[in-house]
């Protein structure tokens, strides 16, 4: 079935490094891949999102890349705050068959001051 | 508040019993989409609704849940008989067809003691 697997689980940074985490998905037919960033008992909040037809979006220090063939994606913090640990989900929709979104198994990013 | 509200945010039932939660979307968004989360996961898809149509359901949506969206505006998530495995947080979120970008409410915890 549909699967997206997200590496790593866990990713501790100093502040001010940057921070990268990738990610896999099974179903060609994904088309438009969101990331969302999750604090906890709070609510998941898209940062970023990107569609099949472009390689790479980037909004100030967040960026999001899509190799459609490999079927891989990555979403890129640069110049981490403290204000940036959270959970991080990537997420795989196929626009045209339906929009069942699969979501991955998350990152918990520390960034520590 | 114009986002996306979910009632009710806490709930603790005994095994055996139902239980019932809404969602209110923002109002002009004709999709609305329910998700279980359980701790440490990325939310898992359960159904989809274009207006009052339930266009997708889940293998995960057992025959004791069951959605609603009569009017096209709020809808219900049922869950009948309720399990210990049952325990999480179901979260609501709701989009424009022409825009993909999904708002998600705060969620309903359901703890089945």
């Known amino acids: 079935g549909e699967n997206v697997e997200q590496h790593p689980s866990t990713l501790s940074v100093q502040e001010g490094d940057s921070a990268v985490i990738k990610c896999t998905y099974s179903?060609?037919?994904?088309?438009?891949f969101p990331w969302y960033k999750q604090e906890l008992g709070k609510r998941p909040q898209l940062i970023i999102d990107i569609r099949s037809n472009v390689g790479e979006k980037k909004d100030q220090r967040i960026a999001v890349t899509l190799n459609k063939t490999a079927k891989h994606f990555s979403l890129h913090i640069t110049e981490t705050q403290p204000e940036d640990s959270a959970v991080y989900f990537c997420?795989?929709?196929?626009?045209?068959?339906?929009?069942?979104?699969?979501f991955g198994a998350g990152t918990r990013l520390f960034v520590k001051a | 508040d114009t986002g996306v509200s979910q009632n009710p945010r806490h709930k603790i039932t005994k095994r055996g019993q139902n239980v019932t939660f809404r969602c209110d979307p923002i109002?002009?968004?004709?999709?609305l989409y329910w998700y279980r989360q359980t701790l440490g996961q990325g939310p898992e898809f359960l159904t989809y609704?274009?207006?009052?149509?339930?266009?997708?359901k889940s293998r995960l949506l057992s025959d004791r849940f069951s959605a609603e969206r009569p009017k096209g505006s709020f809808s219900t998530l049922e869950i009948q008989r309720t399990e210990q495995g049952d325990s999480a947080m179901y979260l609501c979120?709701?989009?424009?067809?022409?825009?993909?970008?999904?708002?998600f409410g705060q969620g309903t915890r359901l703890t089945v003691v």
């Open positions: 979120a709701s989009s424009l067809v022409a825009v993909f970008e999904a708002f």
């Open positions: 609704f274009q207006n009052e149509a339930q266009l997708e």
């Open positions: 109002s002009e968004h004709n999709r």
């Open positions: 997420a795989a929709t196929p626009l045209g068959g339906g929009f069942k979104t699969i």
């Open positions: 179903d060609s037919a994904s088309n438009y």
